[in-house]
């Protein structure tokens, strides 16, 4: 006997150094981060903020359940780096130009990564990292 496949999606979200990997597959709307409800994870604000991919595909994510592992980073860049994964692999499991084009209208860091990054430490003397990578202590000419 044949098993049939069930249809999902993978899709990763990158925020700086936070990871998030979802698994888009059929089911009754629940999206878990970290094997916990959404409802209990983070605070209200970021709750929002994930929940705008969502609120955005209406049909398609009241048929599909969301599992979300995310690591490393903050809080933010980890609600960023989920918001991302939910939003690609909703588009991935719809396959819809419409949505695609819906989130891109909306907000492009939906399904864009943003790759600015920090830049690295150089060392200047006492105290440097407390100002900056490139800051000097101001010193007189005169």
Known sequence: MVAKKEKSAQSIGKRRLAVARAVVKSGKGIVRIN??????WGNEVLRLWIKEPLVLADSVSKDVDIDVNVKSGGIVGQAEAVRMAIAKGLVDYSRSKGLREKYLHYDRNLLVYDPRRNEPHHSSGRGASKRGSRRHKQRSKR
């Not at 094997?35 to 209990?40: G, H, T, V």
């Open 35 to 40: 094997s916990k409800p959404l409802s209990l």
